[in-house]
């Protein structure tokens, strides 16, 4: 079956730093990826996705690049800031079997 | 577009007590989808509804857990008795179908059991 992984965390940052959160998948077909962002004590909210080969999504600063080559999705941003400080997950969209998998999360902290 | 709507957004209970969660899924959407999210994991599919139909259930502990659709818009997903293991997010999701590329999420509801 599908599945999603994600680095594991926690990741630790000082404000400004460059952040990468690694994550590849296996999946039959060609799925729609995402990340989506969980902030403390709220629901799932999408980031940002992607749903064909070398489309780059992108939104508030991340950015992930669609990589069938290595079935990677890996989530990156410039200059993290405090208010990042989330929960991350990469996901992916089966469209042949309408379904979504997710990876476990990867907690990021960002220190001032 | 209103999206996918869920209440309640949070709920304790006792143990052995039963409860039920409600979903609306986006107009038009035909695919909905609960899923279970305990803390420090990924969200899981629990059941996977098309129309009024059930498409996949298998990972549904259904000796307890039990949802519904009915007339194929509305769901509902009931846990009765509820165990501690049970404390976890309750996600609702739907997609149009087919051709879609992607589930729309609810906020969730944050079941805690005590």
């Known amino acids: 079956g599908d599945s999603v992984t994600q680095m594991e965390g926690p990741v630790t940052l000082s404000e400004e730093a460059f952040l990468t959160i690694n994550c590849t998948y296996t999946?039959?077909?060609?799925?729609?990826l995402f990340w989506y962002v969980q902030y403390p004590g709220e629901g799932l909210q999408l980031l940002l996705k992607?749903?064909?080969?070398?489309d780059k999504g992108s939104n508030k600063g991340f950015e992930a690049t669609y990589r069938k080559e290595t079935t990677s999705f890996h989530l990156e941003k410039g200059s993290v800031q405090v208010s990042d400080s989330a929960v991350y997950f990469c996901?992916?969209?089966?469209?042949?079997?309408?379904?979504?998998?997710f990876g476990d999360g990867t907690t990021l902290t960002v220190k001032p | 577009e209103a999206g996918v709507a869920q209440s309640p957004r949070y709920k304790i209970i006792e143990k052995r007590q039963s409860v039920a969660f409600w979903c609306n899924p986006i107009?038009?959407?035909?695919?909905l989808y609960w899923y279970q999210q305990i803390l420090g994991q990924g969200p899981k599919l629990l059941i996977q509804?098309?129309?009024?139909?059930?498409?996949?259930d298998s990972q549904l502990p259904k000796d307890r857990f039990s949802a519904e659709r009915l007339k194929g818009v509305d769901s509902t997903l009931k846990i009765q008795p509820a165990k501690l293991e049970d404390s976890a997010v309750y996600l609702c999701?739907?997609?149009?179908?087919?051709?879609?590329?992607?589930?729309?999420f609810g906020q969730g509801t944050r079941l805690t059991v005590v």
């Open positions: 999701a739907s997609s149009p179908s087919p051709g879609g590329t992607e589930a729309f």
């Open positions: 999946a039959t077909g060609y799925p729609s």
């Open positions: 992607a749903t064909k080969a070398d």
């Open positions: 996901a992916l969209f089966n469209t042949n079997a309408g379904k979504s998998t």
């Open positions: 107009s038009g959407h035909a695919t």
């Open positions: 509804f098309q129309n009024n139909g059930v498409v996949d």
